[in-house]
């Protein structure tokens, strides 16, 4: 499947918009498997959403900080949530695709 230049930086990594110089890899070591991704619950950490997204957690922390996290992030009491369907979204992956059962959003 071809992609679009655009949306890949020089090493072919999908480029997540809004992340401004942010470089983020599609597969990490520290990465998670599309199983890993789907078993999340509703809302994750940023700690999290950031290790789906292949950027480290501090980098997470300072874009929800600054409003640039690329996925909605509610902010409750003194910590940072992200929805997972949200965070899915971002990743390009659509639960009525994997299944037909599921409920479209």
Same mark, same amino acid.
């Given at each position: 499947?071809?992609?679009?230049?655009?949306?890949?930086?020089?090493?072919?990594?999908? @480029?997540?918009? +809004?992340?401004?110089?942010?470089?983020?890899?599609?597969?990490?070591?520290? +990465?998670?498997?599309?199983?890993?991704?789907?078993?999340?619950?509703?809302?994750?950490? @940023? &700690?999290?959403?950031?290790?789906?997204?292949?950027?480290?957690?501090?980098?997470?922390?300072?874009?929800?900080?600054? +409003?640039?996290?690329?996925?909605?992030?509610?902010?409750? +009491? $003194? $910590?940072?949530?992200?929805?997972? &369907?949200?965070?899915?979204?971002?990743?390009? @992956? $659509?639960?009525?695709?994997?299944?037909?059962s599921f409920p479209a959003a």
């Open positions: 499947m071809a992609r679009n230049p655009e949306s890949t930086d020089a090493f072919g990594a999908a @480029i997540v918009p +809004g992340l401004r110089g942010v470089r983020n890899r599609r597969q990490t070591s520290k +990465g998670m498997t599309l199983a890993e991704l789907l078993a999340l619950p509703l809302m994750v950490d @940023i &700690a999290t959403a950031a290790r789906a997204l292949g950027l480290s957690r501090s980098t997470g922390y300072e874009l929800a900080r600054r +409003g640039e996290f690329p996925c909605r992030v509610l902010h409750v +009491g $003194s $910590s940072y949530r992200v929805p997972t &369907a949200e965070l899915l979204r971002v990743l390009g @992956i $659509s639960l009525s695709e994997l299944s037909p």
